[in-house]
């Protein structure tokens, strides 16, 4: 188990940036992977962008190229560098944590892109 506490969501323009970050309570080497999914209004939660143990980074395709995944090993932090944003990036954001293929949820923050 892991405890993931995520900071960094809010309103923003369309066009601007956020940072999310999302601290765990082990060593991000224990996980197999740390990831953002992303929930929007009335939809399911999908996987947004990825890092495995070994620093393999994935996106899915509507983010490539605007949002970045990136971690701190030495602070147990993983960030999502979200820029360009536009309203269909507008949802919820939950860091999530996969330990011996069991999934682990921070409480989600909600990012609104929105003039």
């Known amino acids: 188990q892991v405890h993931l506490v995520e900071s960094g969501g809010g309103r923003v323009e369309p066009g601007g940036s956020l940072t999310l970050s999302c601290v765990a309570s082990?060593?991000?080497?224990?996980?197999?992977?740390m990831a953002w999914y992303r929930q929007a209004p009335g939809k399911e939660r999908d996987i947004v962008a990825s890092?495995?143990?070994?620093?393999?980074?994935g996106y899915v395709g509507a983010v490539k190229g605007r949002f970045a995944i990136s971690r701190d090993i030495a602070t147990n932090t993983v960030y999502l560098q979200m820029n360009d944003l536009t309203s269909e990036d507008t949802g919820i954001y939950f860091c999530n944590a996969c330990i011996v293929g069991e999934f682990n949820w921070g409480q989600g923050l909600q990012v609104t892109v929105s003039s």
């Open positions: 082990r060593p991000l080497v224990t996980s197999e992977q």
């Open positions: 890092i495995t143990h070994d620093g393999t980074k």
